[in-house]
C-alpha cells in the first residue's frame, strides 16, 4: 500500500488562497469518498481539518474547504492566514479494507 | 469531552514486542459505530495508518504490517491495546490511537487524537 502522493511544500502570502493536493489511485481516493485531512503543528497531534471529502468539522474555520475529481483529493486554505502555516496530511480508505495516509505536505506563510 | 492517552515503553531493543495502550473517556467501544485507531509517525517523517478496531471487535490491519501486528480492546477498562511483534529501528517513532467516527458505511475519519508516545527502538 503506497502512500498517497502530496507536495512537500506550498506556499502563500498572507490573504491569498493556497490548494494542497492528494493524489491516489483507483483503489483508494478515486473510489470512496472517505478521505479527510489533518493539521498538524510540530510537535503536536494532528488535528481533523476536513472528512468525508468536503465536510468541515464544528470549530473548523469556513476557510478550509475540500474537493476531489478522480483519483485526486485537494485542500484548500483560503485567506491564508499566519495560523495556517503547519503540516497536512490527507487520509483515504483503501479496497485492502485499510486506510492510507498522505506524504504530507510543509505549509509556509510568506 | 473525549480524550485519549497513550502509554508504554519508551525504548525497545530489536526483536521485542512493543506492547501500547490507549486509554480513553467519553465514549464508550460498546457503543455502535465506535472504533479506535493506531497511526504512527517516525520523527521527521509522514503519518502512517497501523490498525483499527470496532465496536464489534471486528479489526483492520495495515497489509505491510499485518503479519506483525495485533489490536484487542479492553472495554470494562476502556483500553485498545496494540502489539508489535520483532520490532526495529525503523520502528522508532510516535504512536497515537485516535477515536474512529464515520457518517455511512463504517468508512470515515480520525478525531481527536492522543498527545502521542515516543517509541525508540535500539540496541
Known amino acids: 500500500q503506497s502512500a498517497l502522493t502530496q507536495p512537500a511544500s506550498v506556499s502563500g502570502s498572507p490573504g491569498q488562497s493556497i490548494t494542497i493536493s492528494c493524489t491516489g489511485t483507483s483503489s483508494d481516493v478515486g473510489s470512496y469518498k472517505y478521505v479527510s485531512w489533518y493539521q498538524q503543528y510540530p510537535g503536536k497531534a494532528p488535528k481533523l481539518m476536513i472528512y468525508?471529502?468536503?465536510n468541515r468539522p464544528s470549530g473548523v474555520s469556513n476557510r478550509f474547504s475540500g474537493s476531489k475529481s478522480g483519483n485526486t483529493a485537494s485542500l484548500t486554505i483560503s485567506g491564508l492566514q499566519a495560523e495556517d502555516e503547519a503540516d497536512y496530511y490527507c487520509n483515504s480508505y483503501t479496497s485492502a479494507y485499510a486506510y492510507v495516509f498522505g506524504t504530507g505536505t510543509k505549509v509556509t506563510v510568506l | 469531552q473525549i480524550t485519549l492517552k497513550e502509554s508504554g515503553p519508551t525504548l525497545l531493543k530489536p526483536t521485542q514486542t512493543l506492547t501500547l495502550t490507549c486509554t480513553f473517556s467519553?465514549?464508550?467501544?460498546?457503543?455502535?459505530?465506535?472504533?479506535v485507531g493506531w497511526i504512527r509517525q517516525p520523527p521527521g517523517k509522514a503519518l502512517e495508518w497501523l490498525a483499527l478496531?470496532?465496536?464489534?471487535?471486528?479489526?483492520r490491519y495495515s497489509p505491510s504490517l499485518k503479519s506483525r501486528l495485533t489490536i484487542t480492546k479492553d472495554t470494562s477498562k476502556n483500553q485498545v491495546v496494540l502489539t508489535m511483534t520483532n520490532v526495529d529501528p525503523v520502528d522508532t517513532a510516535t504512536y497515537y490511537c485516535?477515536?474512529?467516527?464515520?457518517?455511512?458505511?463504517?468508512?470515515?475519519?480520525?478525531?481527536?487524537w492522543g498527545q502521542g508516545t515516543l517509541v525508540t527502538v535500539s540496541s
Open positions: 467519553g465514549f464508550s467501544l460498546r457503543t455502535s459505530g465506535a472504533g
Open positions: 485516535a477515536q474512529h467516527s464515520y457518517t455511512s458505511s463504517w468508512y470515515g475519519w480520525f478525531d481527536p
Open positions: 468525508d471529502v468536503s
Open positions: 478496531i470496532y465496536w464489534h471487535d471486528d479489526k
